[in-house]
């Protein structure tokens, strides 16, 4: 790519808390390859963060980086990729990602960086004032103690309202594993915050003047955008709505596209009625209400509008007003997120977690808002409530905690869901109180550890959705039978992959998705009906890798892979063909380098193969097949004991995991009995000198056996 | 008729059947006759004494490519747009007034083409507003006619009422459907 590329905005912004040295680089010519977003984090740890570091050691780094799409007006271009070691993986903290929307992300480039590189550790607390070109380390003595409501306000009145603050709240503070940063007060990024707590690093700030260029054919550009516009659904990518309409052949109940005419945003003033053709793309931003969606119809009344991320149509960050809740529980009574972090609060009561709708329901949701996004607390995505609820609902808490603390905690508010309970329980958490608070502070891994609990009681119970290596599964063998099941097997996170479950729950026909199916992964074999699995074939192995690639690829491009891939689409007369190269023919007219789908796609195999080597390396092994590829035994287990492959199980059979395994390695090109990229693999992929690092460690499949 | 006559009747019925389905209205043949005969085409339309001019119409929409027209439950032939107006939707307009009628068929299409059960909500929202009571009603009454017998009801173990065909779909992976998208919302 030319040096005076567009897309990207040119430097790398270099900030070493130890020393105060900041400094920038060339983006392009260190980082071109990597392109942006994880792509930059994981080259950052491959090149600069030595195996075995500590999360929390200052010689971690923490690298925020955009991506080349961010800032541009590509739909849903808000993401931010926070990459680290990451804390809550355990038993060895491994590489790993947060990720956050908002307006971060475009202000960062805005201001002139695709990434910033955060290393050393400061002396005192200190805050990171970003306004174009200067950069300064600000003392946070003040801020020290505050939340993130606070910590922002007081920022923003210093540098001015168009700032944007990424800042952590006493979670991150006080190192807690399970601490997170939140831009613009409500998006956050899961698992970082504590990293950023152990730099005494309180708070990033951004203002940016400058803008993103766009080197190609500007109508050809805004052609591309209209045409994106054109092929949105709902939110997830669902591409039919909830309700018939006469503009739709199909609709499915379970679509996230539930903004129907005549409803209404009823805490709005004044009211906003739902009216038009709802399949217009000017009336996007009514499809979705995430309130409505996970608490049911009576959200709408308490929905003031629809929020979210940069440039992003969607809207999936739903603002509440909830009057009921100051005088009760004396807190705000607006507050707004979406998906798990709306519902951080119901999730911890056995008695509201299982269904929708109720005014307890969506207080709790309140009170959890409220006091995770300002203590800067994350969910793990929702394994932090579920441990909860199966620690105390399975008697582990009173047979290990003391009496005394045990006590302490008004279990009667949890038995009878009052929300109130959060009041005790959440800041008990982010201030490590007790030994309860300390232990969830860390996450799932040291419940194990603590209480010499054994993972088999998390790994077995298919309540619990425990997957591996302290994290929940993220739609796995549920939603996507093997390919599910593979995506879940290569992160050591929980694996925050959308492609896949973007397109198995668009809410199209079978039929629809399996004719989609051919023309994208070769086959209608590529996918099947939930609970209605079929044994393992490569075109599956082949759809597990374009998930997985364009996951990667949405992170360093800055898009959304809660939204994207754009495989399907509303349009009836597209067949409901989304566009497979839509990524390649923006980042091809941004930067004004052609790079078709198969390059694009490459790139994208680049960056998640290097974060497979990031793995192989911290831990040490190259038998990533036994020792890191794991899955737990419930998804070997039905309850009504169906056998693998009977309607209505999503029981999957050993043997056949073990094929698709295989099918998947020989897709990516891994050597079958480790699981591992060869030297060969990592050189055509533009990474000799990480395949020829790990062959001198051996590390690789040729070297290590 | 001379073939600019021809066409341009063929346009005005094309334009009278897609104003009705941007209208979410069906069509039929003699009131698109009345449209055209007071749009000023009574001389393209005259026809011996015998025809039924309907017919014409009939005849002339038949060559109009993207029109799709159906037999209504009242026994006459239907027209509309599906662009404008879908097949699916068209169906539900013309089955509005027949309760029990448009529960079993919704019901029978969502387990044949996706599948899926369907949660009894779905009957409570637009396009459907049916009541409650209404719904129970229905089903009830589907549950005594014999050419319902397929449309079966399960709940799940969160107490929602799901309802689908067992011509299409197996109860065993209809409760498995239901569960699963009664969990959706905790799955996110």
Redesign the interface.
């Known amino acids: 790519m030319a040096v005076r590329s567009g897309g990207f905005a040119g430097k790398v912004l270099r900030v070493d808390l130890s020393t105060g040295k900041i400094g920038t680089e060339n983006t392009l010519e260190r980082y071109a390859a990597m392109l942006g977003g994880a792509g930059i984090g994981y080259r950052v740890l491959w090149d600069e963060v030595p195996a075995g570091t500590g999360p929390f050691d200052p010689a971690n780094k923490l690298v925020f980086a955009a991506g080349v799409l961010v800032g541009t007006s590509v739909p849903c271009n808000g993401r931010t990729t926070v990459t680290t070691i990451f804390p809550t993986c355990w038993p060895k903290p491994l590489v790993g990602s947060g990720h956050m929307g908002g307006h971060f992300a475009a202000t960062l480039k805005y201001a002139g960086y695709d990434a910033l590189i955060v290393e050393g550790k400061a002396d005192r607390p200190v805050w990171l004032m970003i306004r174009d070109a200067r950069v300064e380390i600000r003392d946070a003595g003040h801020l020290w103690g505050s939340g993130i409501r606070r910590t922002t306000l007081e920022i923003s009145q210093e540098m001015g309202a168009d700032c944007v603050v990424a800042a952590i709240g006493q979670a991150g503070e006080n190192q807690a594993p399970m601490g997170m940063v939140v831009n613009s007060v409500s998006h956050s990024a899961g698992g970082v915050g504590g990293v950023m707590g152990a730099k005494n690093l309180k708070a990033v700030a951004v203002q940016g003047s400058g803008a993103v260029r766009i080197a190609g054919d500007k109508g050809e550009w805004e052609r591309l955008i209209k045409f994106h516009l054109s092929i949105l659904g709902g939110n997830n990518q669902h591409v039919v709505p909830s309700?018939?309409?006469?503009?739709?052949?199909?609709?499915?109940?379970?679509s996230r596209w539930i903004g129907?005419?005549?409803k209404h945003w009823g805490a709005a003033k004044p009211p906003v009625a739902i009216t038009g053709n709802i399949h217009d793309p000017n009336r996007i931003a009514y499809r979705t209400n995430s309130a409505a969606?996970?608490?049911g119809d009576e959200a709408w009344k308490y929905t003031i509008r629809g929020n979210g991320c940069t440039a992003c149509p969607i809207r999936c960050h739903t603002m509440l007003k909830v009057p009921s809740v100051t005088a009760k529980y004396g807190i705000p009574d607006t507050a707004q997120n979406t998906?798990?972090a709306l519902?951080f609060g119901r999730?911890f009561f056995e008695r509201l977690?299982?269904?929708?709708g109720g005014e307890a329901a969506i207080e709790a949701c309140m009170v959890g808002m409220h006091l995770a996004d300002d203590l800067g607390l994350w969910s793990n995505y929702g394994q932090l409530q579920r441990d909860l609820r199966k620690l105390y609902e399975g008697g582990y808490l009173k047979d290990r905690l003391g009496a005394k603390e045990y006590a302490s905690i008004p279990w009667d508010k949890y038995e009878n869901a009052d929300p109130a309970f959060l009041l005790d329980l959440i800041p008990r958490i982010a201030n490590r109180q007790g030994e309860l608070g300390e232990v969830l502070s860390r996450g799932t891994g040291a419940i194990f550890d603590h209480w010499s609990i054994p993972e088999a009681q998390w790994a077995e119970d298919r309540t619990t959705t425990y997957w591996k290596m302290g994290h929940p599964k993220h739609?796995a063998n549920?939603?996507d039978g093997q390919c599910g099941v593979i995506i879940n097997t290569q992160y050591n996170r929980d694996a925050q992959c959308h492609s896949h479950t973007n397109f198995v729950?668009n809410g199209l026909?079978?039929?629809v998705q399996k004719k989609l199916a051919v023309a994208i992964w070769g086959s209608p074999d590529a996918l099947d009906?939930?609970?209605?699995y079929t044994p393992a074939n490569v075109h599956k192995a082949k759809r597990a890798k374009w998930s997985l690639l364009r996951k990667e690829l949405h992170d360093a491009l800055g898009v959304c892979n809660w939204m994207g891939p754009w495989a399907a689409s509303p349009l009836?007369e597209r067949g409901y063909a989304g566009d497979d190269s839509l990524e390649s023919k923006f980042l091809s007219l941004a930067t004004g380098q052609v790079m078709d789908r198969e390059a694009l796609d490459r790139a994208g195999e680049r960056i998640f193969t290097l974060h497979r080597a990031l793995t192989i390396r911290d831990m040490g092994q190259v038998n990533m097949r036994a020792k890191h590829d794991i899955v737990p035994p419930w998804i070997f287990e039905d309850t009504s004991g169906?056998a693998p492959f009977t309607?209505?199980?999503i029981r999957m059979d050993p043997a056949d995991i073990a094929r698709a395994m295989d099918l998947f390695y020989a897709v990516m090109g891994w050597d079958k009995d480790t699981g591992a990229p060869g030297k060969a693999r990592y050189a055509a992929l533009g990474l000799a000198d990480v395949g020829e690092t790990l062959a001198a460690a051996k590390l690789t499949p040729e070297e290590g056996k | 008729m001379s073939a600019i006559g021809a066409d341009d009747l063929a346009q005005a019925a094309l334009e009278t059947v897609r104003e009705a389905?941007a209208a979410?209205r069906l069509i039929a043949a003699d009131e698109i006759l009345e449209r055209l005969l007071a749009g000023g085409f009574a001389e393209q339309l005259q026809t011996p004494a015998e025809a039924d001019p309907c017919l014409w119409v009939a005849e002339v929409l038949s060559g109009l490519p993207g029109i799709a027209s159906f037999e209504s439950l009242s026994g006459r032939t239907v027209y509309h747009d599906?662009?404008?107006?879908?097949?699916?939707?068209a169906r539900?307009l013309d089955r509005k007034d027949a309760t029990e009628l448009l529960l079993a068929e919704e019901i029978r299409s969502n387990s044949r083409?996706?599948?899926?059960p369907?949660?009894v909500e779905?009957f409570e929202?637009?396009?459907f507003n049916l009541a409650p009571e209404t719904i129970e009603a229905a089903l009830k009454a589907l549950s005594f006619g014999r050419e319902f017998q397929d449309i079966t009801a399960i709940t799940t173990a969160?107490?929602a009422v799901y309802l689908f065909s067992n011509r299409y779909l197996?109860r065993?992976?209809a409760?498995?459907?239901a569960e699963?998208?009664?969990?959706?919302?905790?799955?996110?």
């Open positions: 309700f018939p309409t006469p503009e739709a052949e199909y609709y499915n109940p379970a129907q005419p005549g969606y996970f608490l998906c798990v519902q999730l977690a299982g269904r929708k739609h549920e939603d729950r026909p079978l039929e009906a939930p609970g209605d009836r169906a309607k209505g199980t | 389905s979410t599906p662009a404008l107006l879908s097949r699916t939707y539900i083409d996706y599948p899926r369907v949660p779905l929202k637009p396009p969160a107490g197996e065993g992976y409760v498995f459907l699963q998208d009664g969990s959706f919302a905790m799955n996110p």
